[in-house]
Structure formats: C-alpha cells, structure tokens
C-alpha cells in the first residue's frame, strides 16, 4: 500500500496522547462511613471493574476512529509498478493503401482513426505520426480534423522505420516509461524485421484485419507489336486468391475503348490483349471492379504521338543514313560541309561528320557545345583526314589519335552490354560474317569499346552520345555498309538523342523525361491535371527540355505538360503495386509486449496498467463505523 501524502502519518503518534493519559489517570476517593458495608463493598467492586472494561472499549474505538480518519487523509493506495512513472505516448497509424480493406462499412484505416479518437482522452499528451504526417507533442483536440482528412499513401513504413521515427518522437528522458502504439494490419515489407529489445520502450500493437482479404489489380502494361495502323497492348492482372475471371474495361480518358473479361490462370494471373490505334494521342485508363483494395483498379497509360528526331548528316556520301533515319521516325537533313549554315546546328538531335577532310575550328565550337546541351555527335574520319585537325577536336573527350594502318582487319567483338545494343540481340550471334576495314585509325581513348577488332582495339567506341568510328564507311574502306550491324547502331544512336516516353511511369521512381522543345527566355513547363498543377525540376537546353519527376506527382492519374497555354503531351503515373498481394507478418515474431486484434481492448489494457486504487473512501467508512460503535458503548454498555 501506498499513500498520496504520507507525511500526514507523522500524527499517528499524536495517538499516544490519549493512551498516556489512560494509563496515568489517578482518581482520589472520599471515604465515608456506614454502618455496613459488607454488602457494598461487592456492588463497588462490581461497578468499578465494568467501568474499567467501559473505558478501555472507549479508548479502542477512538483510537482506531482517529487512525482511520489519519489514514484517509494520508489518501491511501495500491497501484502498478508503473502507474506512477512519467509516461509518453507514440501511435503509429498505417495509411498505407492495404488499410482500404473494408471492415464493415468503413475501411480499416477509418476505423482506426475513430477508435483511436474514442478511447484517448482528448487532452492527453502525446504524439501521432502516419506513413505521410507527423504529429509531435499534441492532443488528439488540437489535431483531429486534420487525422480525420488523412489521405492514404503508396508509402508504407517498415518495422524499422516505424521504430526509428518513433524515436525521434520520443524524449531522450531515461526516467519516462515510453510506450509506442502500432495500428496496422502489417503487411509484409521486411520479413526479418523485428522491433529491437528495449527497456525504455514498449510495443503495444494492434493488429487490423479485414472481413475479406480478395484482391484483384492490375499490374502492368505493355506494347507488343506495332505497325503503321494498329499496336498491341497488353495488360496483366493478378490475383491473391483463386477466382475464374473478372470484367476488365479500357478507356480513352472518359471514352469507352473495349470491354473484356480476365480469365485467371492456376497462378492466379491473367493477360489482356488489346488492339489501339498507332500513331494516335491515347489518354488511356484500364479499370476494374472488386471488393479488396481500391488503388490498384485503376491503370494509367499515355500513347503520345511520337515526336521526329532531327538528325543533321555533314559530308559527302550520306545516302546510306538516308535509308536508315526514314521519314517515319526522323526529320533527316545532309549537307556538304561548305553549304553549313552554323545555327540550324542548335537546332538538332543528332550530328552526323562524315568523311570530312578536316574538321574548322568554327564547327568544333559549335559542336562541342551541341554535345554539351546532350546532342548526339557521331564522328566517322576518312584516311584523307587531317590528324591534327580531328586531335584538336577530340582532345574535347580525352581522345587522341595515334596513327593510321592500311590492312585487312575483321571486326569480331560486339559489346552486347553497352547501352547502344541494349535489347537488340535475342542471343550472343556465334555464326555471323563479320564486316571488315582495310584501313583504320588507331587512337588512345577512354571510351567504352562498342565493336573492336581480334585485338581488342576499338573500331566503334563512345558513350553519353558521343560515338567515334576508326575507320570512313566507304566500301573502299570497310564493308560496315553492307553489315546487318549498320542499321540497328545508328538507330539507337538517333533513339539515345530523345528518349521516347514510356507509357507510364511508376509513383516515387526516378524518371528523365525529354521534350524537343525550343524555350523562350525564362520559360518553365508545368504539369497539370484538372485544378493541380506544379513544377517539375527541369534543365532547358538549345533544343529540348529534360524534365525531372523524382519528388512529384504524389497522385496517380494522367497529367499534361504544358508550355504556357499550350499542351506539349501527356504522361501518365501509376502507385506501386507492392501492398496488393496482401501478405501479412507474423505479429509473434515482433518482440512486441502486447499484440490484440482490437484497439479498444488494446488501450483497456493501458489503462489497468495505469490505474490506481484509492483507498481513502474505505478509511472513511471505517472511521464512521468506529464512530457508531463509541456512541453504541456510550447508550448501551452500562
């Protein structure tokens, strides 16, 4: 037992007062005579010894008045361990996507926030944080329109996380008893994660389940085939449960497309084939209908009309880039060096030298500044060329040229891992007739190697868009030109100038977007969708603009970038599917000390570990009991 003032116990031994005085009481008797007093001497000591037993009763009963009414004002107690120790309070309530998951009417992150509002006094002292908001040192009073118009979040904090935000939440005081709430249906993120053994700190988790844990999304979306009229489109859709099929529409922003159903595998997937039209503005959305999560039951995808590249050829004998850079996909040009008009440089994707004598000092400016506002430059020398002229230029990239050898060589290795040959070869060709240079350069570069000859010397080498060949491509030189390697080396050189858009991108990854756009003098480009519009981290130069979305959007949907008023394309965002499988962790494994399923019991258990048992109201009592005794022994007890 414990008291709330025990400094008033110090007037227990005031009670030794009436006891001192009982004891020492001495009292003088009158004698009297008479005449006889066999007979009274036995009534006085009959009388004298029931008035003894009277006041030692009496003594008693007021003895243990007064202690009981010294003991309610010392406000007696039972309590816990940790009832009187100094607390702190940290909820964590997850917003993550899976918390749409219906329990009942509502979802389970609305039914955390009630619960949370219903069992913690409004007054009350603590700190609440979610995966996008953070709380410090409040009351739920103060922030409770703002928890109730919380929004969900493709993040979703880890166990670590959590435990690590929680500590910065939490004072650094070593004599405060710190407990940290945990509302969550915990979904897997870490399967080895575990909250770490803390004295200071205790776990409280309560663990949130739906009534139905079926959940259909959508995962991803993909081109096939294209040709000039049609493209193949295909979606796939998974499943965490067995089911047969669910109805899957596709739309052109608001305008029905097609309407199909997804038949599921024994793997619980399915793939949706669709048919669009090329070359064609499309603002698409795939939607379907299902009682799990809402997040994934929207996919976005953007087909924009392709923008051409512009591709500048500078020499003679140009004809075979002609046939590569077709009118489909490029804006090609070539010229002879002494018709160049040195401003349309700016202007272009890509730069083509080839076979020039020499390169003018004027052009080498022109075009190192090209390169260096991310143009592709792609130099092809002749036999003819003069050394020094190219040394001046490439000294620009750390490149020198050594000396030129007149003989027959075979170009054997292909670097299948430079970026220049990604996803163009099916397989490693074993089988292949190599073409072959009759006269090359041999240069001293730190270029990666593309194509290279028997001993490793490069025939093709580059990287960031600039590309240097060893050799002139004419036929007396080389029989590049005739090589089933010729066309897919220059397209992709043209491709790496713009990247073409994809047709969506993933929320919270990084994404570089470029847009062959001319901007005017402190110009910006903006994204908007409906009423929303920011500004994306952007690096404007001569003739694009590369856009940056690593920090925005934070919602999924379709936006349109626009310069001004006027709207250049569209791109799309989709949330990560990561919380869509619905697997949970194993709340045993958590090193948590408390772990219910409700959170109204969860904060009935805090609050008996903080109660206290007052005692002070039975002291009373006792008191007014001892009181009705005296007054008893007084009228009765003759």
């Known amino acids: ?96 996507f899976s918390m749409q998951a219906k329990n009942g009417a509502a979802s389970l992150f609305e039914n955390a926030i009630q619960e949370v509002l219903k069992n913690v006094p409004s007054d009350q002292q603590i700190s609440v944080f979610t995966n996008s908001k953070t709380f410090k ?11 109730l118009s919380l929004e969900y979040t493709e993040n979703q904090l880890s166990i670590n996380e959590i435990e690590l935000k929680a500590n910065t939440l939490f004072s650094r005081s070593e004599n405060t008893l710190k407990n940290l709430i945990v509302i969550s249906d915990f979904q897997k993120t870490n399967a080895n994660a575990i909250f770490s ?32 009229e049609n493209l193949g489109l295909i979606a796939l859709i998974s499943s965490n449960e067995v089911i047969e099929s669910t109805p899957i529409a596709i739309f052109d922003n608001d305008k029905l497309i097609a309407k199909t159903s997804a038949v599921f595998d024994e793997n619980k997937k399915a793939e949706l084939s669709f048919s669009l039209p090329a070359n064609e503005t499309i603002l698409g959305r795939i939607s379907l209908n299902d009682a799990g999560l809402d997040y994934d039951n929207q996919f976005y995808f953007t087909l924009n009309k392709k923008d051409k590249i512009k591709v500048l050829a500078i020499g003679e004998d140009t004809d075979f880039l002609k046939r590569i850079f077709t009118n489909d996909e490029f804006d ?51 036999a003819k060329s003069t050394i020094e002229s190219y040394n001046s230029f490439l000294k620009n990239f750390n490149t ?40 090359f350069w041999q240069y001293k570069t730190n270029l990666s190697p593309i194509l ?20 002139s491509l004419n036929p007396e030189s080389s029989t590049f030109k005739s090589s089933p390697l010729i066309v897919p080396t220059f397209y992709k050189m043209g491709l790496e100038s713009l990247v073409q858009e994809q047709l969506y991108t993933t929320i919270g990854n990084a994404l570089n977007l470029a847009l062959p756009v001319k901007l005017e003098k402190d110009a910006i480009l903006k994204i908007t969708k409906n009423d929303f519009e920011f500004i994306p981290q952007q690096q404007p130069f001569t003739n694009k603009a590369i856009l940056n979305f690593s920090e925005n959007p934070k919602e999924d949907g379709t936006y349109a970038i626009k310069n001004k008023e006027n709207t250049l394309k569209h791109i799309s965002f989709n949330y990560p599917r990561s919380e869509s499988d619905l697997i949970f962790l194993d709340l045993n494994t958590l090193n948590a000390k408390t772990q219910e399923t409700s959170i109204s019991a969860l904060f009935n258990i805090l609050e008996s570990d903080n109660s206290i048992n007052e005692l002070w109201k039975w002291f009373v009592i006792l008191a007014v009991v001892f009181a009705l005794i005296e007054i008893g022994i007084q009228k009765y007890f003759k």
């Open 452 to 471: 290279s000859f028997p001993d490793n010397t490069p025939f093709l080498a580059g990287e960031n868009g600039f590309y240097l060949f060893s050799s």
């Open 400 to 439: 020198s040229i050594k000396q030129v050898f007149k003989y027959s060589q075979e170009i054997t290795n292909i670097n299948y891992n430079h970026p220049l040959y990604k996803n163009v070869f099916e397989r490693k060709v074993t089988n292949f007739q190599y073409p072959t240079v009759t006269n």
């Open 137 to 147: 040192n409040t009351t739920l009073k103060a922030i409770q329109n703002s928890i």
């Open 197 to 228: 053994e803390n004295t200071t700190i205790q776990v409280y988790l309560a663990k949130q389940t739906a009534d139905k844990l079926l959940n259909v999304a959508i995962d991803s979306v993909y081109v096939t085939t294209e040709n000039e």
């Open 332 to 382: 090609y040009q070539d010229i002879v060096l002494k018709n160049l008009n040195y401003s349309s440089i700016e202007n272009q994707n890509v730069i083509v030298l080839n076979s020039l004598d020499l390169i003018p000092e004027s052009l080498q400016q022109a075009l190192f500044s090209f390169h260096r506002d991310k143009g592709v430059l792609v130099i092809i020398p002749n």
């Open 1 to 96: 037992m414990q008291f709330k003032h025990p400094e008033l116990l110090w007037a227990l031994l005031l009670l030794l007062i009436p006891v001192i005085v009982h004891l020492f009481q001495l009292r003088r008797f009158k004698k009297t005579a008479f005449t006889n007093v066999k007979m009274l001497q036995k009534v006085i000591s009959e009388s004298q010894k029931s008035k003894s037993i009277k006041k030692w009763l009496l003594l008693a009963t007021r003895l243990l008045l007064f202690t009981a009414l010294i003991l309610a004002f010392a406000q007696p107690f039972f309590a816990n361990k940790t009832a009187l120790q100094e607390k702190e309070t940290v909820i964590y309530i997850d917003n993550s």
